[in-house]
């Protein structure tokens, strides 16, 4: 069965409770941070009343360390409540996935690959490029992962003008008609039907215990409404899974060089 779904347009009770799951993570990162930075805060104290020698030192930094990974997973329900802070510029899409393709964990081997299928001279975006990267990168490791035996994942780009009905911005009067569609897909194994219907949710993941943080698709999820754009997901058990992300273009520009 294939199943498909269009993150920002399934209908106005799904909208609404991926709404409503924003403001509960934006609530929760909030009250989770002051927490965090009381306990960051006196463990910091502490150490410093303490001898260099002093063994309880150890112990206090070890506090501290695990304060710096609870304030990530703080951010990463920022970033999904559409909060995160982004710093915008006019991008290039080929180029951010040039980029994006040198990070080292897609480092290519026998077993995987990945094909690039990129239009030339598409339309600028407005974005924060370092942050795409990321989610790009996220999605190129998920499609690895799907693929436990090898193969191959497909990255595209491609400029697309929508009819109003297609469009799933939550903005759509601030998007215009022209869009940038960027694709990554696999051949893997897909999602079964249970897991489709959450996996833009944060703290779902479908990876093996340890692999994945579920935090990699809802990331996606909230850096596309911070960019008026949405996701759309579409998968079929046993024969892989497509990621499509839809973001604005700037009134048809080019970046400069």
Same mark, same amino acid.
């Given at each position: ?30 009250? &989770? ?6 306990? !960051?805060?006196?463990?910091? =104290?502490?150490?410093? /009343? ?15 360390? *695990? ?6 997973? @703080?951010?990463?329900?920022?970033? &999904? ?16 996935? /040039? ?5 080292? !964990? ?5 077993? #995987? %690959?990945?094909?690039? %299928? ?8 407005? +974005? ?37 009905? !297609?469009?799933? *911005? ?6 215009? /008609? ?16 249970? /897991?489709?219907?959450?996996? &833009?949710?944060?703290?779902? *993941? ?12 809802? =990331?996606? #999820? @909230? ?17 892989? *899974? ?14 400069? +060089?």
């Amino acid at each position: 069965m294939n199943q498909q779904i269009k993150i920002e347009d399934k209908g106005l009770p799904e909208k609404k409770k991926m709404e409503a799951l924003g403001r509960l993570s934006c609530k929760v990162a909030h009250d &989770f941070n002051n927490i965090l930075g009381a306990i !960051e805060g006196y463990a910091t =104290l502490a150490m410093g /009343a303490l001898k260099a020698d002093d063994p309880v030192r150890a112990d206090l930094q070890e506090i501290r360390v *695990s304060v710096a990974k609870a304030a990530a997973i @703080g951010k990463h329900l920022t970033a &999904f409540g559409g909060r995160q802070m982004l710093h915008k510029a006019l991008c290039d899409v080929n180029e951010l996935i /040039a980029n994006t393709l040198k990070r080292a !964990e897609l480092a290519q081997d026998e077993k #995987y %690959r990945i094909e690039e %299928r990129l239009e030339p001279g598409l339309p600028g975006i407005m +974005a924060d490029a370092a942050h795409f990267e990321q989610a790009l990168a996220g999605l190129l490791l998920n499609a690895r992962e799907a693929m436990p035996g090898g193969g191959t994942a497909v990255i595209s780009a491609s400029a697309r003008k929508l009819e109003a009905g !297609e469009i799933g *911005s939550p903005k759509p009067e601030e998007a215009g /008609a022209l869009f940038v569609k960027i694709t990554v897909s696999d051949g893997g194994a897909g999602v079964s039907a249970e /897991a489709f219907e959450h996996l &833009f949710e944060p703290m779902f *993941s479908t990876s093996k215990k340890g692999l994945g943080t579920g935090f990699g698709l809802a =990331l996606l #999820y @909230g850096l596309a409404k911070q960019h008026n754009g949405w996701v759309e997901a579409k998968s079929e058990p046993g024969r892989g *899974s497509e990621f499509s992300l839809y973001l604005p273009a700037v009134n048809g520009a080019k970046p400069a +060089a």
